[in-house]
């Protein structure tokens, strides 16, 4: 067995050394801490390229399924009423669907996606001719579209069959306008 003296200087270099080594792992943690702060500083978290925003067609995608799950909504919660006041219907529909509007238009600008949304009467007017057959025999009444709206008659109630829009999405790939009935 070994001893050590005080006097030969192994207890103090023991103690010495213990705390060197304390010392190094507390510089190596502060660093490690700036390193981290100056990486989520700059923008290079892993997750940033993932976040990129997407090209023209993804974009117009995410639009239509806005706009689909909106006059879904409002499909639903306003078909039923007279038929005289279907007016009134379409000007209910397209308030209902304001909100949706807003926040399609507002939603990815930041990540430099920007929607324009506007209603589209001469698809909506295409749209009531190619699918609301005239003449005897037809099942349901009159189509008309008012607005950008396409509203049915049936059994003396109004039907929301369809709402007509023009898309324009503009990345940074560029800008394209689309029309979009659903």
Sequence with gaps: MR???ASSGGVD???DRGQLVLAAAGVVAVALLAMTAAYLQLGAHPDVAA????????AIDRAVG??????DDARVTHTGEAWGDRETVVDAVRSDLATALDSLETARVARGTAYAVDYDQAAASAYASEHCPGGDGRAF???????????????????VL?????????TPDGETTVEVVV
């Design 3 to 5: 001893r050590l003296h």
């Design 13 to 15: 270099a023991g103690r």
């Design 51 to 58: 976040e990129r925003d997407v090209g023209p067609r993804e």
């Design 66 to 71: 806005v706009l689909s799950r909106a006059v």
């Design 141 to 159: 009444g009159d189509c008309e579209a008012i607005e950008g709206v396409v509203v049915q008659e049936r059994a003396g109630e109004t039907t």
């Design 162 to 170: 369809a709402v007509a829009f023009e898309v324009t999405v503009t």
